[in-house]
C-alpha cells in the first residue's frame, strides 16, 4: 500500500509539472512603444505584422510597454506586474526585449528600426537558447 502511494503521489508530481511546463512561456518578448517615438511610429507595423504575429505562443510570450502617457503606463504596469515582470527595466521605447520568464533577466535587446531580417535571426537566436 505504501509503495502504491508513492507511485499516485509521483504520478501527479509529474503530471503537474509537464502540465505547467508546456504552459509556462520560456520567454516573455517585450515591445517598448510610445505613441510619441519616432523609431514606433514608423517601425511598429512592421515588426508586429512581421514578427510578433508569428511568434510561437508555446514558448514565448509577447507583450506590450506603452510608456506613452501616465495612463498608458499605469495599464502597461498591470500586465508586467500580472507577468512578474516589474521590476525589469524596460523603460526605452522603440526596443524589443527578451526576457527569461524564470529569472526575469533581460536576455537580449534590438531596436525595432533594425530590418525584419535582422530582428528574425535575434527572435530565433533567443528561442533557441
Keep these: 500500500m505504501k509503495n502504491f502511494k508513492k507511485l499516485i ?5 509529474l503530471f503537474t509539472t509537464s502540465f505547467f511546463a508546456q504552459t509556462y512561456p520560456k520567454y516573455y518578448v517585450v515591445l517598448v512603444k510610445a505613441k510619441w517615438c519616432s523609431t514606433c511610429i514608423k517601425n511598429e507595423d512592421r515588426v508586429v505584422s ?3 504575429s508569428k511568434v510561437d505562443s508555446n514558448s514565448m510570450t509577447v507583450l506590450t510597454n506603452d510608456i506613452t502617457n501616465k495612463e498608458t503606463k499605469a495599464a502597461s504596469a498591470e500586465i508586467l ?3 512578474g515582470l516589474e521590476f525589469v527595466k524596460l523603460r526605452s521605447s522603440g ?3 527578451f526576457v527569461d520568464a524564470r529569472t526575469k533577466k533581460i536576455v537580449e535587446s534590438i531596436p525595432i528600426s533594425k530590418t525584419t531580417e535582422e530582428l528574425t535571426k535575434t527572435l530565433e537566436r533567443v528561442a533557441s537558447l
Design 81 to 83: 506586474k500580472a507577468n
Design 50 to 52: 512581421e514578427l510578433l
Design 9 to 13: 503521489v509521483l504520478a501527479v508530481l
Design 95 to 97: 526596443i524589443l526585449f
